[in-house]
């Protein structure tokens, strides 16, 4: 049973292409997060979602837009690609969004942009 | 969000106790220390969170400075699965649940 999975695995495509990389968690999370790392290994947040509600939006470019059509999902869109987009991209849940509760994450969506 | 420093790298043989340090010199009252790792190819994994007490779980153990400005996690017995990136991260309540990671130290295991 994976807790936190992620499609697909591996996802390449083209320069100014759209895609989405989707997201869910079956441990029963009220929050959701994507994080993005990039080629030098560094893990940074990007979006939390809370109960379906933005809570984290880390400066994100608005080419990247997060969907959360219920708790247990939180999709990634991505439109117009860059070649700066190339990265792992990493789904995460918790029990809620406070401090002393562990984050799952997914295996992670290898997206290659060419 | 307060800032913490590890080494970029350790090694350490196969079932031998691995002790990993953190610096936090500027940490709050109200910051939890907590730590991931990383195994390759793979996503960050929880490992231990602490506040004061140095705490236990089937993974590692976590010791806290008294004054809080340092901890260290230990492995009791390294195997080689648990070579990894580990990262050590301060969240206080103000945070909003993010995880900030930093470069985190590279544990090798050699058999």
């Known amino acids: 049973d994976t807790a936190v999975s992620q499609t697909p695995k591996y996802l390449v495509t083209q320069m100014g292409n759209d895609k989405s990389i989707k997201c869910e968690q079956n441990?029963?999370?009220?929050?959701m997060y994507w994080y993005k790392q990039d080629s030098k290994k560094f893990l940074k947040i990007m979006f939390s979602?809370?109960?379906?509600?933005?809570?984290i939006n880390e400066t994100v470019p608005n080419r990247f837009s997060p969907k959360s059509p219920d708790k247990a999902h939180l999709n990634l869109h991505i439109n117009s690609l860059e070649l700066g987009d190339s990265a792992v991209y990493f789904c995460?849940?918790?029990?809620?969004?406070?401090?002393?509760?562990?984050?799952?994450f997914g295996p992670g969506t290898r997206l290659t942009v060419t | 969000d307060a800032k913490t420093t590890q080494p970029n790298s350790m090694e350490s043989n196969e079932e031998e106790p691995v002790h990993l340090p953190c610096n936090h010199s500027?940490?709050?009252?109200?910051?939890?220390i907590h730590w991931y790792r990383q195994l390759p190819s793979q996503g960050p994994e929880y490992v231990i969170h602490?506040?004061?007490s140095n705490v236990n779980n089937r993974m590692a153990s976590l010791a806290i400075a008294e004054d809080r400005k340092s901890s260290t996690l230990i492995l009791h017995r390294a195997t080689l699965r648990d070579a990894a990136v580990y990262y050590c991260?301060?969240?206080?309540?103000?945070?909003?649940?993010?995880?900030?990671f930093g470069q985190g130290t590279t544990l090798q295991v050699k058999p």
């Open positions: 995460a849940s918790s029990q809620e969004q406070g401090v002393t509760y562990e984050q799952y």
């Open positions: 441990l029963g999370h009220d929050t």
């Open positions: 979602y809370n109960n379906k509600e933005l809570i």
């Open positions: 500027t940490i709050s009252g109200t910051d939890y």
């Open positions: 602490g506040l004061t």
């Open positions: 991260i301060l969240r206080d309540f103000s945070n909003t649940g993010k995880l900030i």
